[in-house]
């Protein structure tokens, strides 16, 4: 059975995004990155909400050629994966597939007849691990 995970690069005070919303302070060096790609390799499913999906859609279309870097890497994991986004207000996702509500007893039988591990790669929907966690 594969695990469902949540990790995530935040402040010390707990939040992944600044107060104008942006990310970008978060960026890793190449020590850390390669730390995360260890992390993420085994993921063959994140599971998305609104936010962190609309950040994440960089690595879409993240080179992935040239020189090797731990970006480049993270860009090959990032893209071989499959993508979850849970959002009402987009029609299609670049990468993936759009759910409309966080369904628990849906993870839980992803989790089950899944062979690689699940990513909760949301803060908002981490919340609602426990829903997931509640019912096994």
């Known amino acids: ?40 390799r085994p993921i063959g499913t994140y599971l998305y909400g609104r936010g962190m999906y609309e950040v994440m859609r960089y690595w879409e279309t993240a080179p992935t050629g040239g020189e090797p870097s731990a970006e480049q890497e993270y860009a ?18 670049a990468s993936g597939r759009i759910e409309r509500e966080f369904d628990a007893a849906a993870i839980r039988q992803l989790k089950a007849a899944a062979t690689h591990d699940i990513s909760v790669a949301s803060p908002t929907l981490a919340g609602r691990g426990y829903e997931v966690r509640a019912a096994r």
Do not use: T
């Open 76 to 93: 090959k994991i990032w893209q071989a994966a499959n993508k979850i986004a849970y959002f009402r207000s987009l029609e299609s996702p």
């Open 1 to 40: 059975m594969a695990k469902l995970i949540y990790a995530a690069i935040c402040s010390r005070d707990g939040y992944v995004a600044d107060a104008e919303g942006n990310f970008d302070w978060s960026a890793p060096d190449q020590e850390v990155h390669r730390f995360v790609n260890d992390i993420e």
